[in-house]
């Protein structure tokens, strides 16, 4: 049904274009409203497309003198340039170019608010650009930190959370081979544990696990002297995250938070006051994890990440072997999946 009525509002708006009782700009803002009904939870790319054609029709349509109106319709068909599903660059590229055109019209005439948004929605696009050497990272960096003072914890909670995962994702992103990665790394913990301030576990269940699962895996990975204090608030964020992840609602992300923890456990001591005491129980709790996630990834298509968590199961047995009772026993198996 909701298919059939998208199709339906599209052909509407087209049909309204020959409509001589509504004025020009009635037509561009009823485009553009359409345009963004189609675009938000699209069932399928054609209705981003269609959002994106009629987001066209508005701006051939609208007066060159209307230069916010023009603006603001450049950078909405920048978002849903941004959401089309595509292995090629190219519609990343066109909403880059159409926010460039869009920001400095913002600057002068907009709110402060679109003004942030549209920082932000750059920044996304600049950072996934990035990823194949089309964008500088830290340009992506810098429009997150400008659209921050906008955007404050009080007054904008969620999109405060936002930009402080999309931060600390970008910092994380960048090479670690200085000694300022190390500081960047810091940066992105920061980033987690401030997007965690706001976003409530009662409230934004889903958001509250990916962070929780993402801080413990900034926190497990930063180089610093605190490897084992790190790796215990990482043990508790994998938690918190487990909270909201279960293999009956999230099968997948429930697989990789419980790998992200066995890698985590892996790295932990048995008895943390006495590290020379081994660690052979960890290793056997986290060969357990790994089989659940290794199971989860390859019932639901995931091989690619099946066959790295049998690698891991590998180097787990070849760990035990070093690692034996002193009962003589060998290690307690379980048979990759």
């Known amino acids: 049904m909701s298919d059939r009525i998208s199709t339906h509002q599209y052909e509407q708006a087209i049909a309204a274009l020959d409509n001589g009782e509504i004025s020009t700009l009635e037509k561009v803002e009823m485009l553009m409203e359409i345009a963004m009904g189609l675009q938000v ?15 066209t029709r508005a701006l051939e349509l609208c007066p060159e003198d209307e230069v916010l109106l023009r603006a603001r319709i450049g950078a909405r068909k ?9 292995e090629e660059i190219g519609y990343l590229i066109q909403a880059r ?26 920044g996304l696009i600049l950072q996934s650009l990035s990823a194949v050497g089309r964008a500088k990272i830290t340009d992506a960096i810098e429009l997150y930190q400008r659209a921050l003072r906008v955007f404050t914890k ?13 931060l600390a994702t970008a910092f994380l992103s960048m090479p670690m081979t200085d000694e300022r990665g190390k500081l960047r790394e810091a940066l992105a913990v920061q980033s987690f544990e401030a997007a965690l301030e706001v ?8 958001e509250y696990a990916m962070l929780q699962n993402n801080l413990g895996n900034a926190l497990q990975y930063v180089s610093t002297s605190h490897g084992l204090e790190n790796n215990l608030r990482a043990l508790e964020a994998y938690d918190e995250a487990l909270k909201v992840r279960s293999e009956k609602t999230t099968p997948v992300s429930y697989a990789t938070t419980i790998a992200n923890k066995a890698n985590c456990l892996r790295n932990l001591p048995d008895d943390v006051e006495d590290p020379s005491k081994g660690n052979r129980q960890r290793l056997l709790q986290a060969k357990s994890l790994y089989c659940d996630a290794m199971r989860l990834f390859s019932l639901h298509g995931e091989s690619a990440r099946a066959s790295m968590i049998n690698t891991a199961l590998s180097e787990i047995d070849a760990d035990l072997s070093d690692t034996k009772s002193a009962s003589g026993h060998d290690n307690f198996g379980i048979s990759p999946i």
Do not use: R
């Not at 009080?154 to 999309?166: C, G, Q, R, T, V």
């Not at 976003?199 to 889903?206: F, G, S």
């Open 41 to 55: 939870k699209p069932k399928d790319p054609e209705q981003l497309l269609d959002s994106i054609s009629l987001y």
């Open 78 to 86: 920048a978002t849903a340039l941004q959401m089309v599903p595509s």
């Open 154 to 166: 009080d007054k904008f909670p969620s999109e405060y959370a936002i930009l402080h995962n999309n």
């Open 97 to 122: 170019d159409e926010l460039e055109s869009a920001l400095p019209v913002l600057a002068a005439n907009g709110s402060k608010e679109e003004i942030a948004e549209a920082q932000i929605n750059l």
């Open 199 to 206: 976003i409530i576990l009662e409230e934004n269940p889903n």
